[in-house]
């Protein structure tokens, strides 16, 4: 049996998520591969596909910004990271997507976000009405107050989860 490609070209709504490695490399954010990114995002968005990015890099920025050493953080110190970081992130999209005429905007949330019914309602018709006014979503996991009880764990699980949401 042959394998199914799904053709992208035809697909309402794409959920992408990005990884630090991707995005953050030794000598800070990658604008290049960042900026080819969002050059695929304009012409999705230009074809009539709804773009949400879910992206990490907010804890790999900051920690390069506030010099913290290599290895495991203390909770505290990730976020700290996390803080610093996550500016400069959205800012990064913000200024890659711009030239093409595409909004962004910034969802922070953690597992209670998803699991609270209310909270979760919330956060649906956020991304609904961010979609419908042809934003770009950029999410990611609110590691500024996110403990170990309400983390996601990785942003793969989020991604997951944001793909149910807007679905």
């Not at 992130?89 to 030239?99: M, S």
């Not at 500024?144 to 309400?150: K, L, P, R």
Request: hydrophobic letters at 45%; a neutral charge; one cysteine or more.
């Amino acid at each position: 049996m042959a394998a199914v490609t799904p053709d992208l070209g035809r697909a309402r709504r794409l959920v992408v998520k990005i990884g630090s490695a991707l995005l953050v490399g030794p000598e800070g954010l990658r604008a290049q591969w960042l900026r080819g990114l969002c050059d695929d995002v304009a012409s999705a968005r230009a074809r009539g596909t709804d773009v949400v990015l879910v992206s990490s890099g907010a804890i790999a920025l900051g920690r390069q910004v506030l010099e913290l050493p290599a290895g495991p953080l203390r909770v505290e110190q990730s976020q700290a990271a996390a803080a610093v970081g996550q500016i400069r992130l959205a800012r990064a999209y913000e200024e890659a997507l711009a030239p093409h005429g595409v909004k962004t905007a910034q969802l922070l949330m953690t597992l209670d976000d998803t699991s609270d019914r209310r909270r979760y309602l919330n956060s649906r018709a956020t991304m609904q009405t961010l979609l419908g006014m042809g934003a770009v979503p950029i999410v990611n996991e609110n590691d500024t107050v996110a403990t170990d009880e309400i983390r996601f764990g990785d942003n793969d699980r989020l991604a997951a989860q944001i793909a149910v949401t807007c679905g």
